[in-house]
């Protein structure tokens, strides 16, 4: 039970956050091809009438969600339950949103390493850490102001 | 949230000193430039420039003075960090010149500099060859890091080896640093914060390298045991989130009994959350909650380790280590469990309007439901959750029509017969619905893996004929994956319910024939079919003449094909009153330009093979084995100039000899089991397929039929099923030959186990079942261990071995319980080879022995699945003191004293009396003396102590002292007569209790000294 990698990329496929949690148990694909493999295989899916989750792989299956512009993706083992990790992937967009204060795709392209420090403190070896916003939120800002 | 109209002024507004104004100007000006070549040349000239200085940076640090300054270097490092990222990790060799500076950066004092090596090289660790050039050196600043003051430099390295531990096998391996991380994790003085992020970086290093605890026992305990107490505070939510994942891992892969004892904990916390939770009570704190629920990722992390702390009763069979299950937990925490359960579903099926709310539910109704089926539930549980989840299929909800067909596909999976039926019988239409009209290929795909976990015999043509109209149907989106799976579950489920040949022969054609133009591999579906029509003799017309009408079509798939030419070429000739030999040919050289090289090479053969059965075609056949001489493809071309030789041969001798004995018809198949069970993926094993004898091994008919289900495939071809293999005896004892399911011959090893601490419980030509009976404490004696050895008595190799063990009860203040029940020790038993295992019986109250513990064995032999279920006899005369010194010490009037004694006491409430017992064993030649004699030995051996006498004939005087933990110990005597012409016995027997202890202990008697 853990994620193996966390994905976000816009609607042209352009990565804009990768995170390999367990590169070892994906396959024997280079990385590079299974983002485009999965980039593939999700802008081809209907947002409307189709579910958040689709299985990728024999190893992997992904839980996704769509804000505006950007894909979030995490890649999960087959035998984890989906639902929970759709609370993640909310949370952490929620997270992102009050930290950048109402969040853009150009945030997350001029300021791509405060986007990481948020995944560090919400994510680490594929858990995750923290799930209180409050908690999060006033670390990141304390860390933020670190020199 | 993430309004992608924001105008686009440099991202961010925030101006905190952690802003790089160059980074900024950098991205600006790639953005401008993002399709033109002046992009790739931006990023050129900007690597030049951050060579340049880096380079000039190196020389002058060799003079001791760091020119460069931390602030520029970070932001060259963030550049080279961006390149990397914004060029999908192809520009990796143009930035390797920056990894001496990256190190240099990671020394660095200041956060945010500290900060930025980090997170570039969890980037960079990716790559072999970063590792091999850094990994010492960011081996040592992490030590070193973690060992500091510094929290928010420990908090650092700990998040880089949550992040590149997984990527570094040596990481994991380096004990200095293992032993840091975990000094913080146990430290009383360290943060919750930094608890927390330890906890998981040691849960990576762990994962990574499983020996960190293993290889050394010592370091294991207590490293354990301290990690496990991190869960004793159980209001501590926070802290919990993190150590729950660990102490999961610990539990599934490094030592599960350690972790038994966090079940009333875990419940408690369970209980808090879902319980307290839910109701409006302000005792569950706020900030724990998401989307007003109580936090999910608690409760599902929570019943995920619960999850293998309990195994349901199927999964006792199959674990390594069956620990805990629901018969052996305490009832207040089963209570708490199953009521967790029940709110779960409580609460996640009402209607709410706030979509996270919602999905939070959701997330907690899953997540319980799936786990409910560990807590033995009752059928109505199960029927009343299926019921709840059913509602839920047709929510307007995409996601949870997905979740919920998941979570029935679970539940019918582990939970079995009643969950299926409530499924099947109140639901097939909606499941049919969903069928016919989703667009979502996950949900379809669930879908289909729901209908093949209840598909048998009764249903199996509604739901074939479904799926068939599904792949069809030319208003589904075609996904050639989820085409080939259902291809894949019609072949196995038609195999292996089907009842009627025809229809088989029917469906798997029409398959066939419907797969010709996807991407689909369905060589597997093919070739099984021809090996169970090759080995069922009656098949073989029937299929021969539906390939002839297929063959006959302008348009054929190749499987069809391909089937055709192996199945025609054995048997072409049962068709030749519907398609002759030359018919025959010219459709297969029809067909073989518009196929395959692989199938040519088929029909190749194919064509000797028709010119065996009718040489007349001899002219037609040279001809085309001589064209295809100039084949292309070596393999076809060989097989031409082959085969034409052999049939030249023939012409030249006038017969067909060569070629009947290189074609001698095909022997039966022995693959036994069907290879494309193999390509279920990730559907779990269905709830009937273990019930079932792989039909191919019973299309042979030659194994023992009391296992086969009505259903085989082998009835059907019109073979009527031998009879039992052996006729049952066991109508003399009428209590137990109520219970239908009892093996033939049970009853000679039961009556052995009450007489006789160790000896066969079982045999029969594939197994042999020994038992021995110890007392694992010389002062308890109503601890029992039961150990029993299975013996492979066949020829061939016993795989899956697998038992259950059940008492007659186990709630209700229980007779008896059973205990620490290993599994056995090998599941696979080659000929005469044997696996073991023991479990404990812990007698806590009188009670019959025909309540005795049942034990059922599962294998399989040479294809064909056996299950033999016994009763391993445990009395309670299985409890006597046996020891050497106390026999004989009582002598006959002090026998006969007693036995007054207790009449005046108890009067007839503490007797028992059984007469007329039939003395079934027959030894001849022995004198009837001998029967005497006999009994005598085996109330001995049982334990009792018999008075020495010589003053009354053919009567035995008999007292013993029976245990039991509950209700104490009791004192019984018991007269024994002989009747020698009748060879009868009766019996009386008196005790010091004046519940139904005499009658228990005469039944024991009774079937020790009757068999």
């Known amino acids: ?147 | 949230m993430m309004d992608s109209r924001k105008p686009a002024s440099n991202g961010s507004s925030h101006n905190y000193s952690t802003t790089i104004k160059g980074l900024q100007l950098f991205i600006a000006d790639l953005r401008s430039s993002q399709y033109s070549d002046e992009h790739e040349k931006r990023i050129q000239s900007e690597i030049v420039k951050i060579k340049q200085q880096f380079d000039s940076a190196a020389k002058k640090s060799a003079n001791g003075k760091d020119k460069l300054g931390g602030y520029q270097r970070k932001k060259y490092i963030a550049k080279l960090a961006y390149i990397y990222v914004t060029s999908n990790t192809t520009k990796l060799n143009d930035i390797l010149f920056g990894l001496d500076q990256m190190l240099e950066l990671l020394a660095s004092d200041s956060f945010s500099e500290k900060f930025m090596a980090y997170m570039t090289l969890e980037f960079l660790y990716e790559h072999a060859i970063v590792i091999s050039k850094v990994r010492d050196k960011v081996t040592h600043q992490l030590i070193k890091d973690i060992s500091g003051s510094n929290d928010n430099f420990v908090a650092l390295a700990l998040n880089f080896i949550g992040v590149a531990g997984k990527l570094d096998i040596e990481m994991s391996k380096d004990d200095n640093l293992t032993t840091e991380v975990f000094q913080i994790l146990r430290s009383p003085t360290s943060t919750v914060y930094l608890k927390k992020k330890s906890a998981l970086a040691f849960l990576t290093l762990l994962k990574t390298n499983p020996g960190i605890l293993i290889d050394d026992p010592q370091r294991k305990q207590l490293w354990i045991q301290r990690i496990l107490s991190l869960l004793d505070d159980t209001q501590n939510y926070r802290l919990m989130l993190a150590v729950l994942p660990l102490v999961e891992y610990i539990a599934k892969n490094i030592d599960l009994e350690c972790c038994i004892r966090l079940l009333r904990q875990l419940t408690q916390i369970l209980y808090n959350c879902v319980i307290v939770g839910t109701s409006n009570s302000e005792k569950f704190p706020s900030e724990f909650k998401f989307a007003n629920v109580p936090n999910p990722w608690l409760i599902t992390k929570i019943v995920s380790l619960l999850s293998i702390l309990i195994v349901s009763p199927t999964e006792a069979n199959n674990t390594s280590s069956a620990v805990l299950q629901s018969s052996n937990i305490d009832r207040e925490t089963l209570g708490k469990l199953r009521m967790c359960v029940t709110k779960a579903i409580e609460v996640g099926t009402k209607s709410c309007n706030d979509p996270m709310e919602r999905i939070v539910l959701n997330t907690i109704l899953f997540s319980l439901i799936n786990f409910a089926s560990k807590l033995d539930p009752s059928p109505e549980a199960i029927s009343n959750s299926v019921s709840a989840l059913c509602s839920l299929l047709t929510s307007a909800e995409i996601n949870i029509r997905y979740l919920t067909l998941d979570s029935l596909v679970k539940l019918c999976s582990i939970s079995g017969r009643h969950a299926i039926d409530t499924v099947r019988y109140k639901n097939l239409n909606l499941i049919f619905h969903i069928l016919d009209s989703e667009r979502d290929s996950s949900i379809v795909r669930k879908v289909v893996d729901l209908l093949y976990t209840f598909t048998d015999s009764e249903n199996l043509q509604i739901i074939v004929q479904k799926l068939f109209e599904y792949v069809q149907s030319s208003r589904h989106p075609t996904d050639p994956f989820i085409k080939s799976d259902i291809a894949v579950k019609i072949a196995i489920l038609s195999e292996k319910f089907a009842i009627d040949a025809h229809w088989y022969i029917n469906v798997s054609l029409n398959l066939l024939s419907l797969t010709s133009n996807s991407t689909l591999n369905d060589d597997e579906i093919w070739q099984r079919l021809c090996q169970i029509v090759v080995n069922n003799t009656s098949l073989h017309q029937i299929t021969c003449e539906h390939l002839v009408d297929y063959l006959r079509e302008t348009h054929t798939s190749e499987a069809i094909v391909k089937t055709g030419a192996f199945l025609l070429g054995e048997y072409a000739n049962l068709v030749f009153e519907k398609a002759s030999v030359g018919e025959l040919f010219n459709l297969f050289t029809d067909k073989y330009f518009t196929t395959s090289n692989v199938t040519r090479a088929m029909i190749l053969t194919t064509i000797v093979k028709l010119y065996r059965f009718s040489t007349a075609i001899e002219s037609v056949v040279i001809k085309f084995f001589q064209i295809e001489l100039n084949s292309l493809d070596i393999e076809l071309q060989t097989r031409s100039f082959e085969y034409l030789n052999f049939v030249q041969l023939s012409k030249l001798n006038g017969n067909t000899k060569l070629l009947d004995v290189l074609f001698s018809p095909m022997p039966p198949f022995n693959t036994r089991s069907n290879p494309l069970l193999k390509r279920l993926g990730s559907l779990p094993s269905s709830g009937y397929s273990s019930t079932f004898s792989e039909s191919i091994g019973s299309l042979h008919g030659d194994k023992d039929r009391s296992t086969t289900p009505p259903t085989s495939f082998s009835q059907a071809s019109g073979r009527p099923a031998p009879p039992r293999s052996r006729g049952t005896k066991s109508a003399s004892i009428n209590t137990l030959a109520s219970e239908p399911m009892l093996s033939s011959g049970w009853e000679e090893g039961f009556s052995r186990m009450l007489s006789h601490r160790k000896g066969i419980l079982y045999t029969s030509g594939f197994l042999r079942v020994i038992y021995r009976i110890t007392n694992p404490e010389t002062e308890n004696l109503t601890r029992l261990k039961i150990s029993l050895t299975f013996i492979n008595q066949s020829e061939l190799k016993i795989n899956g071995l697998s038992t259950e063990i059940n008492a007659i009860r186990t709630a209700d203040n229980p007779e008896y319980v059973l205990r620490n029940i290993e599994p056995p020790s090998s599941i696979d038993v080659n000929p005469r080879g044997r696996s073991e295992q023991s479990f404990e019986v812990i007698v806590r109250k009188t009670f019959s022995v025909i309540d005795s513990p049942t034990v059922k064995v599962y294998f399989s032999c040479g294809g064909s699945t056996n299950s033999i279920v016994l009763k391993a006899a445990i009395g309670v005369t299985s409890t006597i003191t046996s020891s050497a010194a106390a026999k004989n010490t009582i002598s006959l009037p002090q026998f006969v004293t007693r036995w007054k004694t207790l009449r005046e006491a108890l009067g007839d409430d503490g007797e028992y009396i059984l007469e007329k017992i039939q003395l079934r064993r027959k030894k001849s030649g022995n004198p009837d003396g001998e029967y005497l004699r006999s009994i005598y030995q085996c109330i001995s051996r049982m334990g009792f102590n018999i008075v020495e006498q010589t003053s009354v004939n053919n009567t035995l005087f008999i007292a013993g002292i029976i245990h039991t933990k509950s209700e104490g110990s009791f004192g019984c005597l018991i007269k024994l007569k002989y009747d020698e012409p009748k060879r009868e016995v009766s019996l009386t027997c008196r005790t010091t209790s004046n519940g139904s202890l005499a009658q228990n202990i005469s039944e024991c008697l009774k079937y020790a000294i009757s068999n």
């Not at chain 1, 994906?26 to 593939?40: A, E, G, L, T, W």
């Not at chain 1, 996704?64 to 950007?70: P, T």
């Not at chain 1, 639902?83 to 992937?89: A, C, F």
Request: charge should be negative; include cysteine.
């Open chain 1, 1 to 147: 039970m853990a994620i193996q990698f966390i994905l976000c990329f816009n609607k042209q496929g352009v990565v804009r956050l990768v995170r390999w949690f367990d590169i070892c148990q994906v396959d024997s694909q280079k990385p590079q091809d299974m983002i485009v493999q999965i980039y593939r295989l999700i802008s081809s899916r209907d947002h409307k009438h189709q579910s958040n989750f689709v299985e990728f792989s024999d190893s992997t299956k992904l839980v996704y969600k769509r804000y505006a512009g950007l894909y979030f993706v995490m890649g999960i083992d087959l035998q984890d339950e989906e639902p929970i990790y759709l609370s993640h992937i909310h949370l952490f967009v929620e997270v992102l949103d009050a930290f950048f204060g109402n969040v853009c795709e150009l945030d997350i392209v001029f300021s791509f390493y405060r986007a990481y420090m948020v995944m560090d403190e919400m994510f680490i070896g594929g858990e995750v850490q923290e799930i209180s916003k409050e908690v999060l939120l006033e670390r990141l800002s304390i860390l933020d102001r670190l020199n």
